[in-house]
């Protein structure tokens, strides 16, 4: 044998020495990691029951859930386990720096998002979480189901009343029954430089009408005299419909008086079906130099469309001018 293959030889041999270290030190990892996985997710406690589920706290300090059976269901690896239902697990997790609640079903998949600093129970039949980035309100159901479609700004619950407030808008339910009943609603809407404040508690309207309905309409009110006020109706189609713009289009008589107040305002439904927004306000304006003081009964009318959206089809504004007594000789 050549120096040549002596020296091969001795390399391969080696490279083999080489391979067996390292597979032997991957194994001895391996088993090593195993062994700590199998450690640490060893049950260290019960610490709650949700029925004939267990939650358990494991060596490594995280929460997990066990079945009837004693098997484990939902790995430790979570801060905290807060409720269970049949189809979600409450849990609070660390992310971005930042404790976050949110649900899991039972093969760890995400279905309530983790957005929540806290959720709180309100009663047994509902939830209340707190948004973490801008501590909105969103209300669930004992199933975790939203019971309204927008989230608040504030809310007071008490003996199943409850009071919501959202943009300047309070709305007021009875959550006694299956589905929440809107009691009342107080909105503001401007007007110019005024502000009205309006509200509705009329039962018949209100099992007509939701609150997405009375936002609508107190929106459009807004839109619609700041059209008038700027005598341009190019933003028509945004609150109404073609249909309905040559009802719409009044003279600049808004633009030549000076708003002073709001002093009456009525909500009602006419035979036509449609709703009667009206409020009055107080004017004044000059005419051949001289100040001239009035009112404006104002008359917004609002319907459904055919995708159920409300809208504003007509108008009826009403001036009258209150001609200044005349100054009595001496």
């Known amino acids: ?3 040549q293959a002596k020296f091969l030889i001795s390399s391969l041999f080696i490279v083999l020495i080489i391979l067996c270290i390292i597979l032997t030190r991957f194994y001895l ?7 700590n996985s199998i450690r640490d997710n060893k049950i260290d406690s019960v610490v709650k029951n949700f029925g004939e589920m267990q939650v358990f706290k494991s060596v490594n300090g995280f929460y997990g859930l066990l079945d009837s059976q004693k098997s484990v269901i939902i790995e430790p690896s979570w801060l905290e386990v807060l409720d269970v239902t049949s189809e979600m697990v409450l849990v609070s997790s660390e992310m971005h720096h930042e404790i976050l609640i949110g649900g899991i079903d039972y093969e760890e998949n995400v279905v309530l998002p983790f957005v929540f600093s806290s959720v709180e129970k309100l009663d047994d039949d509902y939830y209340l979480g707190t948004v973490q980035k801008d501590n909105k309100y969103i209300i669930y159901d004992k199933n975790y189901e939203p019971v309204f479609s927008e989230s608040f700004d504030k809310i007071e619950y ?5 009071a919501v407030s959202s943009e300047n808008c309070n709305y007021y339910y009875d959550m006694a029954g299956q589905i929440p009943i809107l009691r009342s609603a107080e909105l503001q809407c401007n007007i110019g430089d005024l ?3 309006w509200r509705i508690a009329n039962q018949v309207y209100l099992a007509e009408l939701h609150a997405d309905d009375l936002k609508k309409m107190n929106s459009h009110v807004a ?15 945004l609150i109404s419909s073609n249909e309905y713009f040559n009802n719409l289009i009044k003279s600049s008589r808004f633009s030549e008086i ?3 107040n709001i002093n009456k305002f009525a909500f009602s439904r006419r035979e036509s079906g449609a709703y009667d927004f009206m409020f009055v306000v107080n004017y004044d304006t000059m ?10 009964e104002v008359h917004l009318y609002f319907r459904k469309n055919s995708e159920n959206q409300m809208i504003l089809t007509a108008t009826d504004l009403q001036f009258e001018e209150i001609q200044p007594e005349p100054i009595a000789e001496e």
């Not at 990892?29 to 062994?35: A, F, G, L, Y």
């Not at 006020?229 to 190019?234: G, N, V």
């Open 195 to 197: 502000l009205l404040n």
């Open 158 to 162: 008490d003996n199943k009343l409850l």
């Open 223 to 237: 839109d619609y005299m700041k059209m008038l006020i700027a005598d341009d109706f190019s933003g028509l189609e």
């Open 287 to 296: 005419q051949e130099e001289q100040n001239i003081s009035g009112q404006a």
């Open 258 to 260: 000076n708003l002073k």
């Open 1 to 3: 044998m050549n120096s």
């Open 29 to 35: 990892d391996v088993t090593k990691n195993t062994e």
